[in-house]
């Protein structure tokens, strides 16, 4: 079975533009979870969401950041506009039902904002 | 709210030799716990959970993990180091905020494994 598949893998660009991260969880999973993970503050949970819809978004760090799972096989995650402390690697991860503490982790988007 | 403590940022061991890695949460209820390992460049894999039950846990790749309540650790064994077992290991806690369907994993800073052939 295909795992967590994320893209781009790497993205690069220049602060104020908008940036849109992809993810596809894996296949019949329930949960789908948001995570940035930087040097400073480590590992931290942006959002998430139980059958398409999200539950907690109380770790996205402001307006600037919106989510979205229109279709239990696909999210996104969209910084607009950009700016250089957004630099980090993003994380999605998926969790069958039931299992929720269960999370299989995509290899992560390395965000670079200039 | 709850928080986990990894006291060990890297840790250097030579290939063969015995591995604990240490985890300390703060969490005011029974916690569920995880080891995740991470690879360079890879995302984040399971290697073991508890929940409830028996306080020494299994998982993969031979790692092994002891809750222990009155000591609020749950720390990560392997008795024998292999070199592809460097990586970086995180601990994590999970609980349910407030109730109902609101859940968070709380993941420690991590700790960084190099193992010397």
């Known amino acids: 079975d295909a795992g967590v598949i994320q893209s781009p893998r790497h993205e690069v660009t220049e602060m104020g533009q908008e940036v849109t991260l992809r993810c596809k969880p894996i296949s019949g999973h329930d949960y789908l979870f948001w995570y940035r993970q930087t040097m400073m503050r480590g590992l931290e949970l942006l959002i998430y969401?139980?059958?398409?819809?999200?539950?907690?978004d109380s770790g996205m760090p402001e307006d600037r950041f919106s989510a979205k799972m229109p279709n239990a096989s696909f999210s996104t995650l969209k910084i607009q506009p950009s700016e250089p402390r957004d630099s980090a690697v993003y994380f999605c991860?998926?969790?069958?039902?039931?299992?929720?503490?269960?999370?299989?982790f995509g290899p992560g988007t390395r965000l670079t904002v200039t | 709210a709850q928080s986990v403590t990894q006291p060990d940022i890297h840790i250097t061991v030579s290939e063969g030799a015995s591995l604990e890695l240490r985890c300390n949460y703060s969490?005011?209820?029974?916690?569920?716990l995880f080891w995740y390992v991470q690879s360079p460049g890879q995302g984040l894999q399971l290697l073991l959970k508890y929940f409830s039950g028996d306080t020494l846990v299994q998982g993969i790749k031979g790692f092994e993990a002891e809750f222990k309540r009155s000591q609020s650790s749950f720390n990560l064994r392997k008795p024998s180091v292999h070199w592809s077992d460097a990586a970086e290991y995180f601990c994590?806690?999970?609980?349910?905020?407030?109730?109902?369907?609101?859940?968070?994993?709380?993941f420690g800073k991590g700790t960084l494994l190099t193992v010397n052939p």
């Open positions: 994590a806690v999970g609980a349910h905020l407030g109730g109902g369907s609101n859940y968070k994993l709380t």
């Open positions: 991860a998926s969790s069958p039902r039931g299992r929720l503490y269960e999370q299989y």
């Open positions: 969490y005011g209820a029974t916690p569920y």
């Open positions: 969401f139980n059958n398409n819809v999200p539950i907690d």
